[in-house]
């Protein structure tokens, strides 16, 4: 009996830089193989003659070959045959983030929605030291947008909501970022001391997104490598990245860089997790496993009190139910997290539930490690 074999699926190019266009890149790749992209495609400046600064010095602008396009019929075709591209690419549950200024980036939107994107937000970075409008026939432009998208509607994305959150003091983060440009020793500079790339990222700016939408040892691709920022954030939180450039100068600018990158720290690229995202543990669990047990007294906030019984539900002289129900139904309020509600005695000490459910927590998450 004649028996066929399928060829192997190729290799993913794990922390490489891939030379070459990058749709064509793209389509050589495995379908579904990552889980971010991070796009910082030609803006299309349509810049007309030179600027000037009031001293009369030249403003160093983007006038390179790479963002020239013969009108926007020829950057709307290039768009949506690179985000096609690159949504081959992405998982089921992936996510692109695309940063444009407002040159390109409504063009880029609706190339977005028209490909099958899903789109989430829309997140102005205000550039806290912008150039100066020098000939004053214009709002000094402090901003650039950035437009984040999941592959396909009802798609499982990945937001670390609760790590922003740790980010930003505690407080839920917003979708306006106020980041520096990137100056001083983070920019990179050529031979001559000029700069390497006239559109380099920031750091900072990478560092949030791949903390709000990836997890340490995803794959991150990014089609428009540059002088390789994705690349050298991944690296340091412990992501694993893709490149894709055609300039042979970025090129070797972005393999110096992220060589001198420094490796990450296991014990330090973890982020808090959201509470919905941990494992569940019912509160029968706690009954079965002895932690509570049947008939033993449970305090609410203010005196109120329950008694446990042997399938995990709670009894009161007036109601029956979960730790949830109950609290409610005592507090008169249409919800209540009972893991925070309740409370147990240990050597005359209140305790939450909530202590025990996070020991089942940990030991699951041992039995996972052994």
């Not at 009031?54 to 983007?62: H, T, Y």
């Not at 690229?269 to 669990?285: N, S």
């Not at 019984?309 to 029956?320: K, N």
Request: charge should be neutral; charged fraction near 25%; hydrophobic fraction near 40%.
């Amino acid at each position: 009996m004649m028996t066929t074999t399928r060829p192997a699926a190729p290799a993913l190019p794990l922390d490489t830089i891939l030379s070459g266009d990058c749709i064509e890149t793209m389509r050589s790749l495995p379908e579904g193989s990552v889980d971010l992209i991070f796009a910082d495609p030609p803006y299309n400046l349509q810049l007309k003659g030179t600027l000037h600064r009031p001293d009369n010095s030249l403003v160093d602008a983007v006038d390179d070959a790479w963002d020239q396009f013969d009108g926007f019929a020829a950057y709307d075709r290039f768009t949506k045959d690179w985000l096609a591209a690159a949504r081959r690419l992405l998982k089921p549950d992936g996510a692109i983030w695309v940063i444009g200024s407002y040159h390109n980036i409504f063009r880029v939107g609706a190339a977005l929605q028209d490909t099958g994107y899903w789109l989430l937000n829309d997140v102005v970075w205000r550039k806290a030291n912008p150039m100066p409008n020098f000939r004053g026939k214009r709002f000094t432009n402090a901003h650039e947008t950035l437009i984040w998208a999941s592959r396909s509607e009802g798609a499982k994305y990945t937001f670390n909501y609760d790590a922003l959150k740790a980010l930003n003091e505690g407080l839920q983060m917003r979708s306006d970022w106020t980041i520096p440009l990137c100056t001083g020793h983070e920019r990179l500079k050529d031979g001559n001391g000029d700069k390497a790339h006239p559109t380099q990222k920031p750091e900072a700016l990478l560092h949030r997104i791949l903390v709000a939408t990836t997890n340490p040892g995803d794959v991150v691709l990014d089609p428009f490598f540059g002088t390789g920022t994705t690349g050298a954030v991944a690296r340091m939180l412990g992501r694993r990245w893709i490149g894709i450039e055609r300039e042979p100068a970025y090129i070797a600018a972005a393999t110096a860089r992220i060589g001198d990158v420094r490796p990450y720290d296991r014990a330090a690229i973890g982020t808090a997790t959201a509470k919905r995202q941990e494992p569940r543990v019912p509160f029968g669990a706690l009954v079965e496993r002895g932690l509570l047990r049947p008939g033993e007294v449970l305090e609410g906030p203010r005196g109120q009190t329950a008694k446990v019984r042997a399938d995990g539900t709670l009894v009161t002289a007036d109601h029956a139910g979960s730790i949830h129900q109950v609290g409610a139904a005592l507090e008169g309020a249409p919800s209540c997290n009972g893991w925070t509600f309740w409370h147990f005695r240990r050597e005359g000490q209140r305790i939450p539930i909530d202590v025990l459910r996070q020991q089942l927590r940990a030991e699951q998450q041992q039995a996972g490690l052994d």
